[in-house]
């Protein structure tokens, strides 16, 4: 059987992968082996890669969303298959796995995602197309100016300051974010994994807004090399409109271009006006969509 378990040493291979099929994400080798061989706390998360010749050619993951209060809600992430072993149905064998797997979790709901040229494969295995994530990329040769701070407001970089504000920004900021799957449950323990501790986080870059004192909006770098991914930007409710998540993803951009990233990628839900109104104003162009599609397990 081509598809198999996954295991740490597979890391290399399945970065490989990814910079063919998902060229827009950012997730490095120690990123990627770190999640297999120390997966995130209370997701039972596991994957499965599929492999031709001693060559990793296909990959999937499967955990339960602790993100959300919503329950018997699984995810499977990034199901693909290289161009060149696709319609061979190692696709279809890295799905099932992934079913299998969350079943035994008593999943009830599951959410994937699948490219604009995928669609017809999710929709022939049960699952129906909701909603369109906007990936874009931004050149940052020459890198972007730096934001001038209006009176009152200071930009800080992440280095130095405590986790539970930055924590706490996250979770006001996030929960009306337009989603099929809420984010109104993520506990302390699961944020400190995927963002404080995650091996990727630029924190010189990564840029928090204070004002009068008090964070008010942030943006995340987590960074590969001379890449990097806007991990999340984003302003509590008490501090919209004023331009504060602009002047934070500005203030990011700059630093991590001052500190020899070449190229940022962010992603954005279809339904974030805001969001897209800051990155078409920051000059991103399309690269890519997914979907999220969505199936109900008996």
């Given at each position: 059987?081509?598809?198999?378990?996954?295991?740490?040493?597979?890391?290399?291979?399945?970065?490989?992968?990814?910079?063919?099929?998902?060229?827009?994400?950012?997730?490095?080798?120690?990123?990627?082996?770190?999640?297999?061989?120390?997966?995130?706390?209370?997701?039972?998360?596991?994957?499965?890669?599929?492999?031709?010749?001693?060559?990793?050619?296909?990959?999937?993951?499967?955990?339960?969303?602790?993100?959300?209060?919503?329950?018997?809600?699984?995810?499977?992430?990034?199901?693909?298959?290289?161009?060149?072993?696709?319609?061979?149905?190692?696709?279809?064998?890295?799905?099932?796995?992934?079913?299998?797997?969350?079943?035994?979790?008593?999943?009830?709901?599951?959410?994937?995602?699948?490219?604009?040229?995928?669609?017809?494969?999710?929709?022939?295995?049960?699952?129906?197309?909701?909603?369109?994530?906007?990936?874009?990329?931004?050149?940052?040769?020459?890198?972007?100016?730096?934001?001038?701070?209006?009176?009152?407001?200071?930009?800080?970089?992440?280095?130095?300051?405590?986790?539970?504000?930055?924590?706490?920004?996250?979770?006001?900021?996030?929960?009306?974010?337009?989603?099929?799957?809420?984010?109104?449950?993520?506990?302390?323990?699961?944020?400190?994994?995927?963002?404080?501790?995650?091996?990727?986080?630029?924190?010189?870059?990564?840029?928090?807004v204070e004002v009068d004192g008090v964070p008010a909006?942030?943006?995340?770098?987590?960074?590969?090399?001379?890449?990097?991914?806007?991990?999340?930007?984003?302003?509590?409710?008490?501090?919209?409109?004023?331009?504060?998540?602009?002047?934070?993803?500005?203030?990011?951009?700059?630093?991590?271009?001052?500190?020899?990233?070449?190229?940022?990628?962010?992603?954005?839900?279809?339904?974030?006006?805001?969001?897209?109104?800051?990155?078409?104003?920051?000059?991103?162009?399309?690269?890519?969509?997914?979907?999220?599609?969505?199936?109900?397990?008996?």
């Open positions: 059987m081509p598809v198999r378990a996954v295991v740490p040493e597979d890391a290399a291979g399945v970065v490989a992968l990814r910079a063919v099929v998902h060229p827009y994400l950012v997730r490095g080798v120690e990123s990627t082996r770190r999640m297999i061989a120390n997966p995130p706390p209370g997701e039972e998360w596991t994957a499965f890669v599929a492999e031709v010749d001693g060559r990793i050619v296909g990959w999937v993951s499967a955990y339960r969303n602790v993100r959300t209060s919503e329950e018997g809600v699984g995810e499977i992430a990034l199901p693909h298959v290289h161009p060149d072993h696709r319609r061979q149905g190692l696709g279809r064998q890295l799905l099932d796995r992934a079913l299998a797997h969350l079943l035994t979790l008593g999943t009830r709901r599951v959410r994937t995602w699948a490219q604009t040229g995928s669609l017809d494969f999710a929709r022939r295995h049960g699952f129906v197309p909701s909603r369109e994530m906007r990936y874009s990329a931004l050149d940052l040769h020459p890198a972007p100016p730096a934001p001038a701070p209006p009176p009152g407001v200071r930009l800080r970089p992440l280095a130095g300051l405590d986790p539970r504000p930055v924590y706490d920004l996250e979770v006001t900021s996030a929960a009306d974010e337009p989603d099929d799957i809420g984010s109104d449950a993520l506990s302390f323990e699961n944020w400190r994994y995927d963002v404080w501790e995650n091996v990727g986080l630029d924190r010189e870059a990564s840029t928090v909006s942030y943006s995340l770098v987590i960074r590969d090399g001379d890449r990097m991914w806007s991990d999340f930007t984003g302003t509590a409710p008490a501090y919209r409109g004023r331009g504060l998540a602009r002047l934070a993803k500005q203030a990011a951009l700059h630093r991590a271009a001052t500190r020899g990233v070449r190229t940022a990628y962010t992603s954005n839900d279809e339904a974030n006006a805001p969001m897209l109104a800051v990155n078409a104003r920051l000059g991103y162009r399309p690269v890519a969509s997914q979907w999220s599609c969505l199936r109900e397990l008996t």
